[in-house]
């Protein structure tokens, strides 16, 4: 039998957080929370109770107040829709190109990466998402988390 290939795309997690599935906060159902770094909004909306916020990207982090570059969802503070809990940790992502990309490095048995920077997605996720013997239990919470 073939191994499963991972090619490494060098994706950093700000490849992914232009757009985060999130739990509403105003009536817990599937909404989504997107970001424009360029406009310097921030907008969450829910298609089931039709809650839609737009906020400005100026913040404060760690005492310093500036247009960041945070995770659309943590504008508002909405807790994440694609969450699931594993071992003494817990399994994310932040929509489902994040997922199924996770999905694909996790199921493979033969991981390829080329020209990393240090700064890579996969180079900062926790030690757990990387090792063979929690795949299986991975890719379970990746197979509900899509249901």
Known sequence: MEPKRFQDENKRIN???????????????????KVDYTLKKARLFCPECSYNKEVTTETTVLGVKGYWQLAAHEYFGAELWLQYPFKDDVFFAFNDDHLNYLEQYIEATLREHKDRTHF????????????????????????????
């Open 120 to 147: 890579t997605l996969l180079e900062k996720l926790p030690k757990f998402y990387h090792e063979s013997k929690n795949r299986e239990g991975l890719l379970k919470i990746i197979k509900k988390l899509k249901k």
């Open 15 to 33: 490849d992914f957080q232009t757009q985060v599935l999130v739990r509403c906060i105003a009536c817990s159902k599937k909404a989504m929370a």
